[in-house]
């Protein structure tokens, strides 16, 4: 790595949360209100749309219920959640908006909200940012008297949107605004750039005052400038078309009352703040936790990694690093996740799970309550189970779901929502052969059970049997309360939870996925081997049903099932590894060998990626037009975008011609480069150099080499070594164990009080009423750990105030939020 690597500070930022449900959506009167709104919802960074949900019919009060997760690869201003109303024969029109601030976004973390919606005016819709350079010169006019001239250079604006998916062309307007005067300048077009370099520089004469007497030194007086300001607007040329407001904003001259020149960044604003009349639109509720971490250099976690790395081995397992972790946060699920994560990319996960999972079992006291509850070692595995059996899902039940999902076939059997027309008898059958198909499905897949995940459930069954020796079943109820209950009846119940669909499915779908998961639960449950799992069920439809599969043959392929993925015995490998689809969507793919720039040369495309090979098609589902076998990938890198004048594109560099891509946004552009980069990591032939720009009429446009076969200009990106499957930066982890523990610093020192206590006086003081949230089995080792913990703490947090800095006010990195109209 190179050297000025090893001190960057990586600012990592993600987005995840639920578009949940909207309410009374549209105006409330007036001709435009309509009773049966087909509506869906965006998510955009800035004015780019990076999600959006499945169309939900004829509803003013929709049920979204879409999960969403993503990283954020490009620095944004305004997070924002629109609600379209889908066009037939037009359009798709806008109902309102939900509009939040990056720096507003840490109020609503977390937990859900209700947000009313706002017109979307096209005059608030901006992004984007201006460099401008303001001077006052004192110039002799012809009749020898004084004035100023007022210089005002733009010098070059970053980030404007997009017009109609491609580049604008844009241009600025200059203006000096005061209570008499407006003159107004303006600017060249650039062509086609989100990104232009203006370098263009106006003049302004700024009147004096007749009481007005030179200086010596120069100085504005106060009433010259109070009510004089510089106002920058932001075009789209539109040619035959209108042109489009892009942003503006507005700068007071009497910010060079004390200096004569200022040179600063501004974001660009909405006219008027955005702020309009509005009639109610409806409101949305939303759940948004938006995360930025501030990753140091790697050498900077090895004292706090090294000592969450070593919790598996400490005895008691409570006085370990991870366990206190836990044990102090107050929202346990932010504390278990990275902390699986990071064991798990060092593969002391095994160990750790089976120590809490013995200390768990010391404190149940029947078998039949096993693995209940929501418990350290329960969401342990959960989170295991998410992360490491991602493929195995993919492999097991994505082919069903998509079956039950694309069929519509009807399987209602309650008596009291069949509608008109249906017949149980019918339904019923149906929905037989669905759990029938998702039943063998699971049991027959035993062989692609990652054996991570074996390992997990070998040491289950193995302390639960020792815990309860009596029990002959218990070690597999251990097994079938994850892998039935918390797994497969999850996944089979929110498909798009696990990345098996890409939308949550409609209600009737997810009526029928709701009844295979019951049916599925009891099936895999393990309670007792008895025939009695009909009194699990309250409803007597459900009971009926279920008849059909209380055959011993049922009970065997559970039991069979359970013994290969949690036995002794190694499963047998055949050597071919499952193709697994790593990602896939619609591109915009640029016609090989093409050597203009055209619209013409850019066609839609279906890109797919396997963990074998990348291919593209005309539409999803086709037959591949063109295979490149993953082992010919020899780099993936971003391209210019200069290169073709369009956005968020990359490039495949194999044994051929260059394969060109453009991304729908920056988020599925940054996804494509990563999950391309990770799985040709390891190809032998993989390039050192490469060219960052296209090769057009004769030339490399970067290098202006004329051989197109010109080894790279530029270094080809480091891929860091990780699991495909897995995608763990573990140094993004320890920084959110760092912060994690940094806002329970208190709970930490109550827990060292605790500690000392106990020692002191061989039991707990009665008032303090915080010890009891502890669990503290040896307190001179835990003492001991928390401690260690502390001290790790500070240096590390000097490490962060040494290597921070907040980005000066009005720099590139921190642009001053100007003034609107």
């Known amino acids: 790595m190179a050297e000025e690597d090893d ?18 959506l549209g105006p409330c009167s007036g001709p435009n209100r309509q009773r049966d709104l087909c509506t869906f919802c965006t998510i955009s960074l800035d004015q780019e749309e990076v999600f959006r949900t499945k169309v939900f019919d004829k509803s003013l009060s929709p049920f979204y219920s879409e999960d969403f997760y993503f990283e954020i690869p490009r620095p944004f201003q305004c997070l924002s959640f629109y609600v379209f109303a889908k066009g037939v024969f037009q359009r798709d029109l806008p109902v309102g908006k ?18 009313g919606l706002q017109p979307v005016d096209p005059n608030s819709e901006v992004q984007g940012k201006v460099h401008l350079e303001m001077r006052l010169n004192e110039l002799i006019i012809e009749n020898g008297s004084m004035c100023q001239q007022l210089l005002v250079r733009i010098i070059e604006c970053q980030g404007l949107p997009l017009i109609s998916g491609q580049n604008c062309d844009p241009y600025a307007t200059v203006s000096l605004v005061g209570p008499a005067r407006s003159d107004q300048k303006k600017t060249k077009v650039k062509k086609k750039t989100s990104d232009p370099q203006f ?32 106002k920058v607007d932001l075009w789209n040329n539109g040619n035959l078309a209108q042109d489009v407001f892009l942003g503006e904003t507005r700068v007071s001259v009497k910010i060079l009352r004390n200096d004569h020149i200022h040179r600063a960044w501004y974001l660009l604003q909405p006219k008027g703040n955005g702020k309009s009349k509005t009639d109610d639109l409806g409101s949305l509720r939303l759940n948004v936790t938006y995360t930025e971490d501030n990753v140091l250099p790697s050498a900077c976690y090895t004292p706090l990694r090294t000592l969450l790395l070593k919790s598996p081995d400490i005895k008691p397992i409570s006085a370990s690093a991870a366990h206190i972790l836990v044990d102090i946060c107050r929202e346990r699920y932010e504390a278990v996740l990275p902390v ?69 076939k009807t399987c209602e059997i309650d008596p009291i929502k069949l509608k008109e027309g249906d017949n149980v008898e019918v339904n019923k059958e149906n929905l037989q052969g669905y759990v029938q198909k998702v039943f063998s499905s699971i049991t027959q897949s035993s062989s692609s059970c990652p054996p991570l995940m074996c390992d997990v459930f070998r040491s289950l069954r193995q302390l639960a049997s020792k815990r309860f020796p009596d029990d002959p079943h218990v070690q597999y109820s251990a097994v079938s309360s994850f892998v039935f209950l918390r797994f497969f009846a999850v996944a089979v119940l929110s498909p798009h939870t696990f990345q098996l669909r890409p939308h949550h499915p409609d209600l009737e779908v997810s009526r029928t996925l709701t009844l295979i998961s019951k049916t599925i639960q009891t099936l895999g449950s393990w309670g007792s081997l008895s025939k009695n799992k009909l009194s699990s069920f309250k409803e007597s439809y459900m009971y009926d049903f279920f008849k059909s599969f209380q055959e011993d043959k049922c009970i065997e392929k559970v039991k069979k099932f359970l013994d290969e993925i949690s036995s ?64 010919n990938i020899r780099a993936v890198e971003k391209l210019e975008e200069s290169a073709f004048n369009r956005k968020n594109m990359f490039q495949v560099l194999h044994s051929e011609k260059p394969l060109y891509v453009q991304a729908g946004n920056c988020v599925e552009a940054s996804e494509w480069v990563e999950v391309l980069s990770q799985v040709n990591r390891c190809n032998p032939d993989r390039l050192g150099t490469f060219h960052p720009s296209a090769y057009l009429a004769g030339a490399w446009l970067c290098c202006r080499s004329l051989s197109d076969s010109q080894p790279g200009c530029k270094p080809c990106t480091p891929t860091l070594l990780a699991n495909l499957q897995l995608d763990i930066d573990c140094d993004r982890e320890t920084e959110r164990i760092f912060s994690l523990l940094t806002s329970s610093y208190s709970k930490l ?14 039991g707990p003081l009665r008032e303090q009423d915080d010890y009891s949230l502890f669990t503290i089995q040896d307190p001179k080792e835990t003492f001991q750990t928390v401690r260690k913990i502390r001290h790790t703490l500070k240096e590390l947090q000097r490490e962060h105030d040494t290597r921070s800095g907040t980005a000066q006010y009005g720099s590139q990195e921190n642009p001053i939020v100007g003034k609107t109209s």
């Open 7 to 24: 001190t960057r500070i990586r600012i990592l930022q993600s987005l995840r949360g639920k578009i949940c449900e909207g309410k009374n």
């Open 98 to 115: 939900v509009s939040i601030r990056k720096e507003e976004l840490c109020k609503f973390s977390g937990k859900e909200h209700w947000f």
């Open 199 to 230: 370098e263009e520089t106006f003049y302004f004469e700024v009147t004096r005052p007749n009481s007005y007497t030179k200086k010596s030194h120069f100085q504005v007086e106060e009433e010259d400038i109070e009510k004089l300001e510089i």
């Open 340 to 408: 699986v994560r990071l064991l798990l990319h060092h593969s002391r996960l095994v160990p750790f799970v089976s120590a809490i999972v013995a200390l768990e079992l010391e404190n149940t006291q029947e078998a039949n309550t096993i693995f209940r509850g929501n418990s350290l070692a329960t969401r342990c595995i959960d989170d295991m189970m998410k992360i490491v059996g991602r493929s195995y899902l993919t492999v097991t039940l994505k082919p069903v779901l998509d079956e039950i999902c694309e069929s519509n």
């Open 568 to 631: 002794n015995v190694s499963k047998e490998s055949s050597g071919v590894e499952d193709s697994v689809v790593l990602k896939e969507g619609e591109v915009q793919k640029r016609a090989q060998g093409r050597k203009l720039i055209g619209k013409r040369n850019f066609k839609k495309r279906w890109l797919r990626l396997t963990n074998r090979e990348l291919s593209y098609h005309k539409h999803r589902g086709k037959e591949a037009l063109c295979i490149i076998p993953v082992k």
């Open 749 to 762: 020192q109550k827990m060292e009080d605790a500690c000392a206590s106990i020692a002191v006086y061989q």
